[in-house]
């Protein structure tokens, strides 16, 4: 009796959790946040910048700067790439993006996250067979 209790409460927490879920994929320098309902996706990051990055930063005016990234699928769903879309006049700023997007790719390959990106903002979730082709996502700086 104790084995199908315990049994149904995890078939209620699964269910609860396929109905709204944040996922946080953290890095060295930073951190993706995935948040998934029945019909919104929102992906958000912060990069904390070096704290030479950070200087250069506020020598151009740029304290407030963003970066972008586009989260490229296969047809099949999966993440083959993390791009930096654009370019700061800051080229330190530029390398750490690539490595945040490149450790984040890693993560998500390694913990096989890739179902976190399936979503097609026409038609709502997806199965195997249809994702969106890229998603663009903001990612926020953080001087130190």
């Known amino acids: 009796m104790k084995q199908l209790l315990l049994g149904f409460t995890c078939c209620v927490c699964l269910f609860a959790s396929a109905q709204t879920s944040v996922t946080e994929i953290k890095t060295p320098s930073g951190m993706l ?7 919104a996706l929102s992906i958000s990051g912060i990069l904390h910048v070096s704290a030479e990055t950070s200087a250069e930063l506020t020598k151009f005016g740029l304290q407030n700067q963003k970066g972008k990234f586009k989260c490229i699928l296969s047809k099949n769903c999966q ?5 930096v879309i ?12 690539k ?3 490149s450790d984040l790719h890693q993560r998500v390959r390694q913990q096989e996250l890739d179902h976190l990106f399936q979503f097609d903002n026409e038609l709502g979730f997806v199965n195997e067979d249809s994702c969106s082709d890229n998603l663009n996502v903001i990612i926020t700086l953080v001087l130190k």
């Open 33 to 39: 946040t995935v948040d998934k309902s029945d019909n």
């Open 99 to 101: 490595q945040f997007a």
């Open 79 to 83: 993440l083959t790439g993390i791009e």
């Open 86 to 97: 654009g370019q700061s006049p800051v080229t330190s700023l530029d390398h750490e993006l």
